[in-house]
């Protein structure tokens, strides 16, 4: 992604914020904790298939409601993850350890059913894959979340919130996460990219707690 984009991204997601916050004594106010599983993906890169594993989430949901039942949303979700490059031509790579970070902003709608509520979601942002090794750069790209989920309200201030997601990382002018195959072996972080990048759903929930300004 250009650096023009990041800016865009990042204005919206303090506008949000600063918005929420000079407004915060007439909202209703609804954070979140939550762990769960991130699916694995594979993303079809120009030397080969990077496959990614299975791996534990964990993060946290700030929301801000406009209405009973809408809500404007920021929210950091962390995976640390595994890889392998299988190459069309070559050996296995040896697995690549890195962590994948969402930070976004969206909009929450619910249904509002008594101590359940039904709602989706959809958000933008970034996501920052960031190899655990000196050697691989780190690569942003912009991403877009869909979901959907349930509140299960157990008090009038504490409940749980259960949520599924897909996670759509998108590549901008040819740059994103990449494998390649070079003099050193296959690895991750190289000069090669391809605008297929991996699709991942995942699944997760925590204790959600209101405060109202009621």
């Known amino acids: 992604m250009n650096r023009k984009a990041h800016r865009i991204i990042i204005a919206l997601i303090l506008t949000l914020m600063i918005y929420s916050v000079q407004d915060i004594s007439g909202q209703i106010i609804e954070i979140n904790g939550f762990t769960g599983i991130q699916l694995g993906g594979t ?21 801000f409601g406009l209405s009973s039942t809408t809500f ?3 929210s950091y979700m962390r995976s640390d993850m595994e890889g392998r490059l299988y190459p069309f031509i070559g050996n296995v790579s040896e697995l690549i350890p890195f962590s994948a970070n969402y930070i976004q902003a969206g909009a929450l709608q ?3 059913f008594g101590r359940v509520a039904p709602f ?5 942002g ?5 190899p655990k090794t000196n ?6 790209q912009f991403s877009a979340t869909i979901g959907g989920g349930l509140k299960i309200w157990l008090t009038e201030m504490i409940g749980i919130r259960l949520q ?3 996670l759509l990382p998108m590549v ?23 605008r297929i990048t991996p699709f991942q759903g995942e699944f997760s929930g925590g204790l959600v707690i209101r405060i109202s300004p009621n």
């Open 72 to 74: 404007a949303e920021i």
């Open 120 to 124: 989706g979601t959809v958000a933008v």
């Open 110 to 112: 619910e249904v509002d």
């Open 172 to 194: 901008w002018n040819g740059v994103g996460f990449g494998c390649g195959i070079g003099t050193g072996g296959a690895g991750c972080g190289g000069s090669v990219y391809t």
């Open 43 to 63: 993303a079809r890169l120009y030397d080969g298939d990077f496959k990614i594993n299975d791996a534990q989430n964990y993060g946290g949901k700030l929301a």
């Open 135 to 140: 050697l691989l750069n780190s690569k942003t």
């Open 126 to 130: 970034l996501v920052v894959w960031d």
């Open 164 to 166: 599924g997601s897909m």
